[in-house]
T-cell receptor, first 116, second 113 residues
Framework: EPEVTQTPSHQVTQMGQEVILRCVPI?????FYWYRQILGQKVEFLVS????????KSEIFDDQFSVERPDGSNFTLKIRSTKLEDSAMYFC??????????????FGAGSRLTVL | QKEVEQNSGPLSVPEGAIASLNCTYS??????FFWYRQYSGKSPELIMF????GDKEDGRFTAQLNKASQYVSLLIRDSQPSDSATYLC?????????????FGKGTKLSVKP
């Protein structure tokens, strides 16, 4: 079964450093997303990406964050100048279309970010 | 503020029983509703989705949607210990945002052998 692949599975970084989380969405999917989940809290939407541009972003997704699709397969989330409160699990997701009455997202296994 | 509310649990049921999980949402514009299962430390895994009022069955799972009451539920029949997980309700304003899911905090289910 096709899956969304995320790397690294766990990254530890010092406060103030930049991190890049990488995702390989399912190959025929057109819509890409990043969500995050702080330990013990709910899954929160960060950003959606379609046709090489951001289609929607949440209040969380401020200037500290950026996304990029540098080639035909990867989708990255960059977090600049990390803060302690950025420690969370970051999930990448992708979906194929919006024509079935629901846009069904498939999630990757996640990248755990720990900021010290 | 769009909210999705779930009882955090834990909900404890004996093996073989029916587990009933409930979810309410605040945005009447929500059109599609999802149930995900999340094991500790893992990613959300889709169980099923529903977008029409009524019931939708998939194996041991039944989703129920009542848009007038802004209520969606998930029934798990013949519960197994392997069903022990946190169940996340998520809603989607399908037309407006191409997939922005708003999640509840989840209900922790424990199935006792």
């Amino acid at each position: 079964e096709p899956e969304v692949t995320q790397t690294p599975s766990h990254q530890v970084t010092q406060m103030g450093q930049e991190v890049i989380l990488r995702c390989v969405p399912i190959s025929n999917h057109l819509y890409f997303y990043w969500y995050r989940q702080i330990l013990g809290q709910k899954v929160e939407f960060l950003v959606s990406f379609y046709n090489n541009e951001i289609s929607e972003k949440s209040e969380i997704f401020d200037d500290q964050f950026s996304v990029e699709r540098p080639d035909g397969s990867n989708f990255t989330l960059k977090i600049r100048s990390t803060k302690l409160e950025d420690s969370a699990m970051y999930f990448c997701a992708s979906s194929s279309d919006t024509s079935s009455g629901a846009n069904v997202l498939t999630f990757g296994a996640g990248s755990r970010l720990t900021v010290l | 503020q769009k909210e999705v509310e779930q009882n955090s649990g834990p909900l404890s049921v004996p093996e073989g029983a029916i587990a009933s999980l409930n979810c309410t949402y605040s945005d009447r514009g929500s059109q599609s509703f999802f149930w995900y299962r999340q094991y500790s430390g893992k990613s959300p895994e889709l169980i099923m989705f529903i977008y029409s009022n009524g019931d939708k069955e998939d194996g041991r799972f039944t989703a129920q949607l009542n848009k007038a009451s802004q209520y969606v539920s998930l029934l798990i029949r013949d519960s197994q210990p392997s069903d022990s997980a946190t169940y996340l309700c998520a809603v989607q304003n399908y037309g407006g945002s191409q997939g922005n899911l708003i999640f509840g905090k989840g209900t922790k289910l424990s199935v006792k052998p």
